[in-house]
């Protein structure tokens, strides 16, 4: 059964850094794209990042490029979302993504808080 698990959220001071981890299991993971997303209180879900099964094409939403970076090792089956030079609008869970078969799968999410 496919488990996308994230972990690395917490609370953070405006300007500060976090680095989130998802541990994929389940599926063959260095075959597919993976992704990011937030979604903050009363907001809808966001994409924000994503990167491609070896790493070759990664994309980010404007509000975050030059502050975070994804980045995968496919030897641990993980994924990772570097943030840097946080700001209280990046309040939110934070979710890892996959989209395999027509299907898009999600872990539980992880809570991120930007505030003084």
């Known amino acids: 059964q496919l488990h996308l698990v994230e972990s690395g959220g917490g609370l953070v001071q405006p300007g500060g850094s976090l680095r989130l981890s998802c541990a994929a299991s389940?599926?063959?993971?260095?075959?597919?794209?993976m992704s990011w997303y937030r979604q903050a209180p009363g907001e809808e879900r966001e994409w924000v990042a994503e990167?491609?099964?070896?790493?070759?094409?990664?994309r980010y939403t404007d509000p975050v490029k030059g502050r975070f970076y994804i980045s995968r090792d496919n030897a641990k089956n993980t994924v990772y979302l570097g943030m840097k030079n946080l700001k209280p609008e990046d309040t939110a869970v934070y979710f890892c993504?996959?989209?395999?078969?027509?299907?898009?799968?999600w872990g539980q999410g992880t809570q991120v808080t930007v505030s003084s």
């Open positions: 993504s996959t989209f395999i078969q027509r299907l898009r799968y």
């Open positions: 990167i491609s099964s070896g790493s070759g094409v990664i």
């Open positions: 389940g599926f063959t993971f260095s075959n597919y794209g």
